[in-house]
């Protein structure tokens, strides 16, 4: 996860869920159960979509943007649904800067999936789902939630999954524009928002899903 502070706004790009993984065993009324969402069901959701929202602690009274409002971006590439937003809330930029981020989380209902027993535990395949709004959270996520909302004039059952993350913070809140009318791309002023050096923010944007892949595995081993 990789955040960047600029003045009064926190940039926040990651993974929101992984395709094609097993989650941490989750608990059922018929027992426990590892889950994998299948490669394609995200996209297709978001295909069908009209709008997805982008909550805070999935409170829907801290809307912190959505698809339609043009800061949320949403997709799903090889690793996984990936988001990338711009937050102008204060308490959450905030947080992004003291580092209390905690995790991403999204809610859901399943249109169709796939229950098959296995031991230890039973698996689920979910094969396809509508995608209701993702989450950032600054608290250790619970990592599946259930309740019953009403769709189409009957109950549904929706649920939550969630997943923290290490954050990468990089703030530039306090770069200044340079004043040399030279100014290109590769400015050597370290001072200097355009500024691109090795392990510049200005460099790491332009950072492929590969090398972002390699970072979260290299995370994931001092996790």
């Known amino acids: 996860m990789r955040i960047e502070i600029r003045n009064n706004q926190a940039i926040l790009d990651g993974y929101v869920n992984a395709v094609c993984r097993d989650s941490k065993p989750l608990l059922s009324p018929q027992g426990l159960f590892v889950e994998q969402v299948k490669e394609g069901v995200f996209q297709r959701a978001l295909n069908r979509a009209q709008d997805v ?24 590439d090889s690793i996984g649904l990936r988001a990338i937003c711009t937050v102008d ?52 996520p619970a990592y599946n939630g259930t ?4 769709r189409d004039n009957k109950e549904v059952l929706t649920e939550t999954r969630g997943d923290d993350f290490h954050a990468i ?3 530039m ?37 590969s090398k972002f892949h390699m970072e979260m595995l290299k995370v994931k081993q001092f996790n």
């Open 53 to 76: 929202k982008l909550l805070f602690n999935h409170d829907e009274k801290r809307e912190l943007g959505s698809i339609v409002n043009g800061n949320l971006q949403l997709f799903e």
């Open 147 to 150: 309740s019953i909302e009403s």
């Open 89 to 140: 809330d204060p308490e959450v930029v905030q947080k992004a800067k003291d580092n209390q981020l905690k995790g991403w989380s999204f809610g859901f209902y399943s249109n169709k999936d796939d229950w098959q027993n296995a031991e230890p535990y039973q698996r689920r395949f979910i094969e396809d789902m509508d995608l209701l709004e993702v989450s950032i959270l600054d608290k250790t």
């Open 173 to 209: 809140s306090q770069a200044k524009e340079c004043d040399n009318v030279n100014c290109c791309d590769k400015c050597c002023n370290t001072d200097c928002e355009k500024h691109v050096a090795p392990g510049h923010m200005g460099e790491s944007r332009t950072y492929d899903n």
């Open 169 to 171: 913070v990089e703030d």
